[in-house]
Every structure is written in C-alpha cells, then in structure tokens.
C-alpha cells in the first residue's frame, strides 16, 4: 500500500486531531455544512465506522503513530451522541493518538439544547477539558429567527452547569448581523456573553449561503438583515468592548483572555498537519490532503467493506503549501513571519507575491513591522478581499 512508504517526517506530524459527528436534532435554517438532522438509526453504525477509521490510520502510520496535541469533537451536534458514547470514543481517540496518556486541550462542540448537568459532568470525567458552546445569541427572539432549539435562559444554565461540572476553559460561539437584529440587540447579548465571563468567544458575522433556506428567503425579500453600516458599527462595537474586558483578538473571529488560545485551530490556522475522522472530515498530512466522502452511509459502507473513504487525495506540491500557509497564517493578527516561511519553503514572501503584496501595503491593507506581516485593521475587516489576491 503506498500509505506504508511515506517518509519519516509524514509519520512524526499530527498535531491534531478532529472528529467529526454529522449529526443534529434540526438543521438551522443558515447551516451550509453537511449534516444529517435526526436519522437515530445511524448513530451506532457511524460510532462503529469512527472506530474502524482509527484502525485505518494506525497502518497508515506504522510502525507508530504520533502523538496528538490536540483533540476536537465537531459538528454537526456532537452531543446528539449520549455522553457515554461520547466518553468511549474519546477513549478510543485517546489509545490510538496518545497513548502516553498525558493530558492535551480537548474540546467538544456543544449545544445547550442537547446537554444536561449530568452529561456535562460525564464530559469532563471522560476527559473533556475544554468546551466551545453554541450559543450564537443571547435573545430569545433572534434565537428563534436562527431555528435554534434551545432558549437564552437555557444557554446561560449551560454555561453556569458547565462550571459545576469542573469545566474552567469555556469559549461561546456567538453571532452579529442576524435577521432583525439592530446594535442595541447585539449589545445586549454581548454584554450578557461578558458576564458570563468565559475564556474564549469566537464571534462570527452571518453570511448567507448558497443553498440554505436564508439564501431563498434572502431572494424573495423576506430576510431583514441589517444594514452595511449597522454591521460594522457591531464589528467596531465588538473590539472596543471585548479588548476593555481583557480579550485579545488573536485571530479574525477569535478572542481569548491571556494563555487561552484555542491550540487546536492555531495549528489549523498555521497549516499544521492533523488528522480528520468521520464524513465529509479531511486530513491534512505533510502536504498530502485527504477529503473524506461526505455522505454518512457512504463513508460506512466504505469502511465495512474495507475500501477507502477518501472523496479526493491531493498531494500538494510546496508553493501551493506556502500559499495556503500565507493565507492562514494571515488570518491571525499576528501575522506571518517572512523568515519562517523562508525556513519552512525556501520561498522569499516579498519576492514571491511581487507586486500584488506592494498594493496591498500600498493600499493599507497588510502591514509589515520588521519580520512579519499581518493585515492592518482596515485588511482584517475586508480580509476576503485581501486573501483572494493572494491565492
């Protein structure tokens, strides 16, 4: 099998670890990702199949495979899963991808309509120590407007349960320019987020895609969203509230009070190697990328017969890897080191982009303070812009 003669360096990288659980009780009606909403009837077979993948990626990493730094459950709803299937498969994780048994950050996707105290109890025994809630307002009204199942009340009971529980890095997923929703709405949700004092917010502005029942809603007039300026008043509004709190924006919709970093999607963002189980999950690898089928009952039969469940297998070549690094790298306010990149490609950033990276100077767009570059706050508000000129 060709995965058995990769070199030395292929085997020694995976920082990370993702699991991807496909399922959720509703599909929100502005969910673009691949997700199954109910079908119970799949939950064992899919849990069998995660397990199966583990053991696919113990020969591809013969004769060991490496220890993972970082462990994330996504979704989907990962909670769907009982906390005690949730434990084995973290169990699972742990025995094939750290078997020294030391404790890395692991975080799981939670949905305050799906956990109760005693599941989030069992989380954090099961070794659980890190959990991203999706909260995504703190209105009743929006919450509705979002299809979301649970309340703001049954949120903040989340977060407050999650603390009983033992949990002490908590990061709650939050939402601006939503239907209806004006700046004192956004306001007040994010004041009631500060409250709450979490570790880490990850704060996203809606968009609306293609194919998603806001995206016929929007075509037929009958989305309300706000307006372009009313939107970036709540970005503006966002910074100067959460930096006044203690959060630093380490990242473009990331925010986090000293040392709590989310190092799972820092490796993401630094083009780091990690490993993907479950549907539609992919797996990056020393430049070698895997996309896993996103189709539930193809991926399981894939692996109960014993056939690959890659959709795509893309050996990157080392500019299209230092491209995708600059782009990532990019979206962290620190930037890029010009240095480390040379190190890492043997590829000089100011002489490879030319040109197109004097615009973007030119046009304060990127800005470049010694070694690094990183976008000025004018680039990270129109970042998609930036980042397309660099593909």
Known sequence: MEAKTKNMRDRQEMPGLYVHVP?????????????????????????????????????????????????????????VFSAAVLADLLAACREFFLSSGREVETSIEVNPATVAGEDLVRLRRAGFNRLSIGVQSLRDDELRRLGRLHTAAAARQTVRLARRAGFANLSLDLMYGLPG??????????????DLEPEHLSIYELTVEEGTPFAGQARRGNLDLPAEEEVLAMMETTLTRLAAAGYRRYEISSYARPGRECCHNINYWQNGSYVGLGAGAVSCLAGRRL?????????????????????????????????????????????????????????????????????????????????RLRLSARGLVLANRVMAELV
Not at 26 to 46: D, E, I, Q, V, W
């Open 23 to 79: 399922f959720c009780l509703r599909k929100c009606p502005y969910c673009s990702f691949y997700s199954l909403a109910g079908r119970r009837g799949l939950y064992g077979r899919y849990v069998r199949a995660l397990s199966t993948q583990m053991r696919w990626f113990e020969d591809y990493f013969r004769p060991g495979i490496p220890e993972a730094r970082s462990i994330f459950f996504g979704g989907g709803t990962p909670t």
């Open 181 to 194: 929703q004006r700046l004192a709405g956004w306001l007040d949700t994010l004041r009631q987020a500060l």
């Open 291 to 371: 996309s896993g089928v996103a189709d539930v009952e193809d991926y399981c039969c894939r692996l109960e017969s014993g056939r690959p469940v890659w959709s795509d297998m893309e050996q990157l070549d080392r500019e299209a890897r230092f491209r995708e690094t600059v782009i990532m790298g990019l979206r962290m306010t620190a930037g890029v080191s010009v240095a480390g990149l040379r190190r890492r490609f043997d590829i000089d950033l100011p002489a490879y982009y030319g040109p197109t990276l004097a615009a973007l100077l030119d046009q304060d767009l990127i800005v470049r303070d010694q070694d």
